[in-house]
């Protein structure tokens, strides 16, 4: 099973751009579909985006289509998540995870999480 590290998140203004990126450890990362949630205060996880295992099929909430971009690349086992145009409603904390489903938005199919990383976007 793979351990998963985040980094990147910090604050930002409104319209700018950070990068998210998240770091696989263990020699399975491959095998799994990615994906990003994020959480706001008070609120449940909210779906950002999914990737296949082999970065062939990519996936994005209505919420970030056209604004972020997912990759991964898996001989350095990484995932990340380049986030422009940032509004005050992208302000969460933002988590990725791995499935070993070919692709989900659901939080509950994605077995392996990271410990998060926050994002502010301000007004």
């Known amino acids: 099973q793979v351990q998963l590290v985040e980094s990147g998140g910090g604050l930002v203004q409104v319209g700018g751009s950070l990068r998210l990126s998240c770091a696989a450890s263990?020699?399975?990362?491959?095998?799994?579909?990615m994906g990003w949630f994020r959480q706001a205060p008070g609120k449940e996880h909210e779906w950002v985006a999914a990737?296949?295992?082999?970065?062939?099929?990519?996936y994005y909430a209505d919420s970030v289509r056209g604004r972020f971009t997912i990759s991964r690349d898996n001989a350095k086992n990484t995932v990340s998540l380049q986030m422009m145009s940032l509004k005050p409603e992208d302000t969460a904390v933002y988590y990725c995870?791995?499935?070993?489903?070919?692709?989900?938005?659901?939080?509950?199919?994605?077995?392996?999480w990271g410990q998060g990383t926050q994002v502010t976007v301000s007004s």
């Open positions: 995870a791995a499935t070993t489903l070919i692709f989900s938005t659901q939080y509950s199919d994605y077995e392996v």
């Open positions: 263990g020699r399975t990362f491959s095998r799994y579909a």
């Open positions: 990737i296949s295992w082999d970065g062939g099929g990519t």
